[in-house]
Nanobody, 125 residues
């Protein structure tokens, strides 16, 4: 199983980016997929997740109303649309996947078995 994250870049505050996370190696529809981010010198934190089956999205409070997570099972891809970006969103963004995530552990890194290599998002003021 491999995860490939892409779409990062350098943008000005207020602009948008869309990240993509592509999973290969198995039936993607069985996975819950999440995005985490890690700023320099900081812990890696939960950003958003989309549950397998229901495809219900979950968000960290800091990104609610600005970020949207979605998935295209046919393409094996999860997207993170990030709007109205601010310098505080600057971080390395990682996608993660697992077939066995339960709701109470959705925001826990240890719940995810597979991780992508990450993509850098930099927002200038």
């Amino acid at each position: 199983v491999q995860l490939q994250a892409s779409g990062g870049g350098l943008v000005q505050a207020g602009f948008s980016l869309r990240l993509s996370c592509t999973l290969s190696g198995r039936n993607f529809s069985r996975d819950t997929v999440a995005w985490f981010r890690q700023a320099p010198g900081m812990d890696r934190n939960f950003v958003a997740a989309i549950f397998r089956g229901t495809m219900r999205p979950y968000y960290a409070d800091s990104v609610k109303g600005r970020f949207t997570i979605s998935r295209d099972n046919a393409r094996g891809t999860v997207y993170l649309q990030m709007n109205n970006l601010s310098p505080e969103d600057t971080a390395f963004y990682y996608c993660a996947a697992s077939t066995s995530v339960i709701l109470s552990k959705l925001q826990s890194q240890s719940a995810y078995a597979y991780w992508g290599q990450g993509t850098q998002v930099t927002v200038s003021s």
